[in-house]
């Protein structure tokens, strides 16, 4: 079983950025692929990133494309979100989630194991 504990959420104004981190516990971190999920209030959780095994390839939601970057440190059993140019509507809990693939799929449901979130808000 793998256990994940994001970080670095925050309040902060539209333009900012926030650094987002989840570190994994249990073996074999490099094992698998890993995505970074939002969730908004009234509304379902939708995926935001995705990163493979290697860190080699990844994949971004449309909204977020050219803003956010996703990277890991297998080493750290860490990935990472780095955030930029914040918008409001990116304000929602933040999730990652492993997943024993080659690549992380976008669909929420294919995971099984979730941290608890960490809250980002952005002011306009």
């Known amino acids: 079983q793998v256990q994940l504990v994001e970080s670095g959420g925050g309040l902060v104004q539209a333009g900012g950025s926030l650094r987002l981190s989840c570190a994994a516990s249990?073996?074999?971190?490099?094992?698998?692929?890993m995505g970074w999920f939002r969730q908004a209030p009234g509304k379902e959780r939708e995926f935001v990133a995705a990163?493979?095994?290697?860190?080699?390839?990844?994949d971004y939601t449309d909204s977020v494309k050219g803003r956010f970057t996703i990277s890991r440190d297998n080493a750290k059993n860490t990935v990472y979100l780095q955030m930029n140019s914040l918008k409001p509507e990116d304000t929602a809990v933040y999730y990652c989630?492993?997943?024993?693939?080659?690549?992380?799929?976008?669909?929420?449901?294919?995971?099984?194991?979730w941290g608890q979130g960490t809250q980002v808000t952005v002011s306009s």
């Open positions: 990163i493979s095994r290697t860190g080699g390839t990844t």
């Open positions: 249990g073996r074999s971190f490099s094992s698998y692929a």
């Open positions: 989630a492993p997943s024993p693939t080659i690549m992380a799929p976008r669909e929420a449901q294919r995971y099984t194991y």
